[in-house]
């Protein structure tokens, strides 16, 4: 078809990108008390309502937009750094818990992730940069794909 491999990557980023904000409409509705107390104390609880909901499947699509970055040897200065942290495996971890049936409800493919307090603001950084990242590359020409040769 012609379409450039990047134009797909970016549906992906798209797709993640419905499932913050509806997280935080959750969370306006129905405040975290702290991290640490709302999710470390009982994390599947958290899980199962909405929020967690659409945090798991913003973190999940996310870890997707992070593999394809990577099949297309794609590079940026910012978001380079972040995709180098530790982070990325816990994340692809906690995408196999959410898209992977789990037998054992207490999967600790969620333990990990859920039990970092830093982990949401560097899934809110990455998922910041890509869309600047996209964003960027389509105001070179108006059009998917931009002329940037990223």
């Known amino acids: ?20 904000i509806h997280f935080e409409e959750e969370l306006t509705k129905q405040p975290l008390n702290s991290p640490e107390k709302d999710a470390g104390r009982d994390p599947f609880t958290f899980l199962v309502y909405k929020r967690g909901a659409f945090m798991s499947h913003w973190y999940g699509s996310l870890y997707v ?3 394809g970055w990577k099949q297309l040897q794609l590079t940026d200065p910012k978001i380079d750094p972040l995709i180098a942290s530790p ?3 816990l994340l692809k971890k906690y995408r196999d818990g959410v898209f992977h049936f789990q037998r054992n409800f207490g999967e600790d493919r969620f333990k990990g992730f859920l039990s970092w307090r830093i982990l949401s ?3 809110r950084a990455i998922h910041s ?5 996209f964003l960027e590359r389509y105001s070179d020409s108006g059009q998917p794909g931009g002329s940037s040769s990223k």
């Open 1 to 20: 078809m012609g379409i450039p491999p990047v134009v797909a990557l970016h549906r992906y980023w798209l797709h993640a990108n419905f499932m913050p």
């Open 65 to 67: 937009v992070i593999e």
């Open 87 to 89: 982070n990325v495996k």
């Open 121 to 123: 603001a560097w899934v």
């Open 129 to 133: 940069e890509f869309g600047r990242y």
